[in-house]
């Protein structure tokens, strides 16, 4: 499974449909890539953007249970 399906599968369990756009929004402004270009060396970056996106809209808890997720996909 490429890396950014699986992205979509770790944030989908919390946000639903608005997974994909939301991986796509991160991807694009903060790692200036498409998220088909993701690597495993873009994880931990990745992961603090999706933490900080997801603390403001559905809380600390479930962003920090997304990074730890996100920095465990090789």
């Not at 992205?7 to 939301?22: N, Q, R, T, W, Y």
Request: hydrophobic residues 45%; charged residues 25%; proline residues 4%.
């Amino acid at each position: 499974m490429a890396i950014n399906d699986q992205i979509v599968k770790i944030l989908a369990e919390d946000m639903g449909p608005s997974a994909s756009p939301f991986l796509e929004r991160q991807c694009k402004f903060h790692l200036n890539k498409d998220p088909g270009a993701l690597t495993a060396s873009d994880m931990e970056e990745l992961a603090k953007w999706v933490y900080t996106g997801a603390k403001l809209t559905i809380g600390e808890g479930i962003a920090d249970k997304l990074k730890t997720k996100i920095l465990a996909v090789k």
